[in-house]
């Protein structure tokens, strides 16, 4: 079951977990930023990511137009096999998925060549991603997260719980009818030894459809929170065989 998207979060797209306190990400998600603060803040981003009038790819990709955007897909950069995988599973640029991103970018997409370590301060992501949204050329009601902060709330919940991992064990069965326990990903990501947040992030993620693989989507309608974080508890707890 589960997890095609990434070889998520393994921590990052990882996906998500369990003894974490409530993510931070409603506030973020809620639009709610302040762009010229964020334009001042994105100042330390120009060393690789360029944006508006004639901006191009350099050491990263151009941020332009980046909501609504599929991850690892703008013609002329050559992204990471990390981030285009992503990308074809379905992840989508917006205001949640960029605030986990900027966040921790290294715990989102594993395998990430972006060596920046991550924005700590809720409000200065929110203030970026202001700015970021502001440069998009895409209307707000392209914007898949126009709900954001209902979702983030129901994951925010999520992620207040600590998981059991012997209900998720008893859960697993379906998961690893795809994923192998090894820990080896032949084409299907491993969830094994996933940070608890990252591995609950992703399912959260197909569950209410910013992640589009029809199978994860699927599998994860009838989990509620309980089970998510049981299941981030008992993956989390494996190592590779």
């Known amino acids: 079951m589960f997890l ?12 998500l977990a369990a003894g974490c306190a409530l993510l931070p990400l409603p506030a973020a998600a809620s639009g709610k930023g302040d762009p010229a603060r964020g334009e001042t803040l994105f100042k330390a981003c120009k060393s690789c990511h360029q944006v508006g009038a004639n901006a191009r790819n350099g050491v990263g990709p151009h941020l332009d137009g980046l909501f ?32 986990a991103y900027l966040e921790k970018p290294r715990a989102y997409v594993p395998g990430t060549r972006m060596s920046y370590l991550g924005m700590r301060k809720i409000q200065d992501r929110t203030d970026v991603i202001a700015y970021l949204k502001a440069l998009s050329q895409e209307a707000p009601a392209s914007d898949p997260q126009a709900d954001t902060q209902t979702r983030a709330e129901i994951g925010a919940a999520a992620m207040g719980l600590e998981g059991d991992p012997e209900y998720g064990e008893y859960l697993s069965s379906e998961c690893v009818t795809c994923h192998q326990m090894s820990g080896r990903a032949d084409g299907i990501p491993s969830i094994v030894g996933w940070p608890s947040q990252a591995f609950i992030r992703v399912l959260f993620e197909y569950k209410t459809n910013i992640r589009s693989h029809q199978v994860m989507q699927n599998m994860t309608t009838n989990l509620g929170n309980e089970e998510i974080a049981a299941l981030a508890a008992y993956f989390g707890s494996l190592d590779p065989q």
Do not use: C, H, I, P
């Open 68 to 99: 609504g955007r599929q991850a690892g897909v703008l013609e002329g950069f050559k992204y990471s096999s990390a981030m285009k995988t992503l990308g074809e599973e379905g992840l989508l640029w917006n205001a949640f998925t960029l605030d």
């Open 4 to 15: 095609g998207a990434a070889a998520l979060l393994r921590g990052g797209w990882a996906l």
